[in-house]
């Protein structure tokens, strides 16, 4: 692949591939962050009869190996996927890990139905945006926690209700809903079992609910994988426009230092992207 944008996750600094190999042996540096991309195939390896050279798509590369933040990344063919055709390629780049993540969280792993009660924390983010989105096109009732700044935004986004998390405790607020999708970590992912129904199920994406003390949290916790079908359908969405995508601000890669010290200040519509090359 050539890159022409990735994205930041600064959640990437405490995940146990970033810094080991598949056999648990450290990875030697440098080691090169960011795997999600949008950019065009350089070349193709045996057997990949799905794309050609020059193509343009979008994807997420193997946690384990040397990310996108580099003029060129290796990814497989079924971790990959045609770039969203109304998306230019930073918008696409911010795209793959948020909407995966979304999208396999609400629907593999809660297994959300229409009519069912959701309470989305975060719902202003990167993966929180998606969630939103795609729990109002599942047919669910959305609720969302948002900062002040972000209520009306979230409630844009299609969300039925948003709860300002500034100035009121959710739990004092929603009850028994079916699930919750928790992009936070924390005190909210520990004050949200209370709100489930009896049935209810819990899914976190934050970084830190994989090592929490409580099994269930352990549990609960989900971290997303590539996949070439999934993405092509979230393009399919994106040009229909059923998806909305959203860009915080755009860094250049030798600001790479300066967008994860933004990115950690946390606030933001949508993700950070960086520009690889100045070619879009």
């Not at 995966?100 to 975060?122: D, V």
């Not at 609910?209 to 993405?231: K, M, N, T, Y």
């Not at 359908?233 to 995508?245: C, K, N």
């Amino acid at each position: 692949m050539k890159v022409y944008a990735t994205a930041v996750m600064p959640a990437e600094f405490h995940w146990y591939p970033t810094f080991s190999q598949h056999s648990g042996k450290p990875r030697s540096f440098p080691v090169v962050l960011s795997h999600e991309f949008s950019g065009a195939v350089e070349s193709v390896g045996p057997g990949v009869n799905g794309f050609q050279p020059g193509e343009k798509i979008y994807g997420l590369n193997d946690w384990f190996s040397n990310g996108a933040q580099a003029e060129y990344c290796v990814v497989a063919a079924t971790a990959a996927a045609r770039k969203p055709q109304s998306l230019d390629d930073v918008h696409a780049a911010v795209v793959p890990i948020s909407a995966l993540t979304a999208w396999q969280g609400l629907f593999e792993k809660a297994k959300l139905e229409p009519g069912q009660r959701i309470l989305i924390h975060g719902g202003a983010g990167g993966v929180g945006s998606f969630a939103v989105q795609l729990a109002r096109w599942r047919g669910a009732r959305v609720i969302a926690t948002a900062s002040t700044a972000n209520v009306d935004f979230v409630r844009s986004l299609g969300a039925d209700e948003v709860i300002d998390y500034r100035t009121t405790r959710f739990e004092k607020v929603v009850r028994d809903v079916d699930v919750v999708f928790d992009a936070v970590g924390g005190d909210t992912l520990e004050r949200s079992w209370a709100v489930l129904n009896p049935d209810g199920k819990l899914v976190t994406v934050a970084t830190q609910s994989a090592v929490a003390a409580e099994q269930r949290a352990r549990d609960a916790f989900i971290l997303v994988r590539a996949d070439g079908p999934q993405l092509a359908q979230i393009a399919t969405m994106i040009d229909a426009g059923e998806l909305r995508v959203f860009v915080a601000e755009v860094f250049r890669l030798d600001q790479a230092r300066e967008a994860y010290s933004r990115a950690q200040e946390g606030g933001m519509r949508g993700k950070i992207a960086l520009r690889v090359t100045e070619e879009i």
